[in-house]
C-alpha cells in the first residue's frame, strides 16, 4: 500500500460509517444497525489522532 492509500484509509472508514449511518437510519427495521454503526463512528473519530499515528 502506498503512502498516500495508508493516508486515505481512515478518512474512507469515516466515510463509509457515514454512508452506512445515514442508509439504515432510513428504515426502522434497520435503526438498531444505523446506531451501532454510528457508535462505532464516535469511537474511531474519537481515536481519530491515535488511528493517524499508525500511518508513519
Do not use: G, H, T
Not at 500500500?1 to 469515516?14: D, I
Not at 432510513?26 to 493517524?52: G, H, P, V
Amino acid at each position: 500500500m502506498s503512502r498516500e492509500e495508508r493516508q486515505a484509509l481512515p478518512y474512507m472508514v469515516f466515510s463509509i460509517q457515514f454512508i452506512c449511518v445515514a442508509y439504515f437510519n432510513r428504515f426502522d427495521k434497520f435503526r438498531r444497525i444505523a446506531a451501532a454503526n454510528e457508535k462505532m463512528l464516535r469511537w474511531l473519530w474519537e481515536k481519530r489522532e491515535e488511528l493517524l499515528l499508525f500511518q508513519e
